[in-house]
């Protein structure tokens, strides 16, 4: 297992198109959360999921992001229409459920560019 | 309210220097804190977190922060800093009204000159 795996790395679209993300976090995990980074800030919570149920959702979750992880495993999330203001990095995040006290592992990201 | 500040927008050091990137919080209760650090285009890495102990944690790369329950602070420190320490760092806390969220600080640049 090498860790919290994001695809894609890179994601540019026209502003109006539907973008979806994919996480993998470490097998182990049955946390997994959602983050966005924009440039000189801190990331801002999104969503988390225990096992395969959405547990806690970020005002900043507008009705055009959805997020799943249908198996407990894998979670993906999809903005739709995106726009100008969607440009960011999207971090995810994974932790054991007994070690949540001790820190995430993130992976490294994806970069999403509205033009 | 729950929060984290980091003063420093950048910290500039000199190689070989010992280095203090600063953050103070504001939480109810016993604070859980964290510091991360990304380098450019990649992920947050863990370096080293305070739940309960002794005030001076050591993390991974050589770094250590003190807890300092009165000033609520949490500064990173390192005796001797590398050039390659050059990366953004940001301080968190738990949120304690949520479930195992964290706040997160705006993040300092290190920049370490040769």
């Known amino acids: 297992d090498t860790g919290v795996s994001q695809n894609p790395r890179h994601k540019i679209t026209k502003r109006g198109q539907n973008v979806t993300f994919r996480c993998d976090p470490i097998s182990e995990h049955n946390r997994l959360y959602w983050y966005r980074q924009t440039l000189g800030q801190g990331p801002e919570f999104l969503t988390y999921?225990?096992?395969?149920?959405?547990?806690?959702k970020s005002r900043l979750l507008s009705d055009r992001f959805s997020a799943e992880r249908p198996k407990g495993s894998f979670s993906t999330l999809e903005i739709q229409r995106t726009e100008q203001g969607d440009s960011a990095m999207y971090l995810c995040?994974?932790?054991?459920?007994?070690?949540?006290?001790?820190?995430?592992?993130f992976g490294s990201g994806t970069r999403l560019t509205v033009v | 309210a729950q929060s984290v500040a980091q003063p420093e927008d950048q910290v500039n050091v000199a190689e070989g220097n010992p280095l203090t990137v600063k953050c103070t919080y504001s939480v109810s209760g016993n604070p859980y804190l964290f510091w991360y650090v990304q380098y450019p285009n990649r992920g947050l890495q863990f370096l080293l977190k305070?739940?309960?102990?002794d005030n001076l944690v050591k993390g991974s790369y050589g770094f250590e922060a003190e807890f300092n329950k009165s000033q609520t602070s949490f500064h990173l420190k390192k005796p001797s800093a590398l050039v390659s320490d050059s990366a953004l760092y940001f301080c968190?806390?738990?949120?304690?009204?949520?479930?195992?969220?964290?706040?997160w600080g705006a993040g300092t640049k290190l920049i370490i000159k040769p």
């Open positions: 968190a806390v738990r949120d304690m009204d949520s479930n195992y969220q964290l706040i």
């Open positions: 305070y739940i309960t102990g």
């Open positions: 995040a994974s932790s054991y459920q007994r070690d949540s006290n001790y820190g995430y592992t």
């Open positions: 999921f225990q096992n395969e149920a959405q547990l806690e």
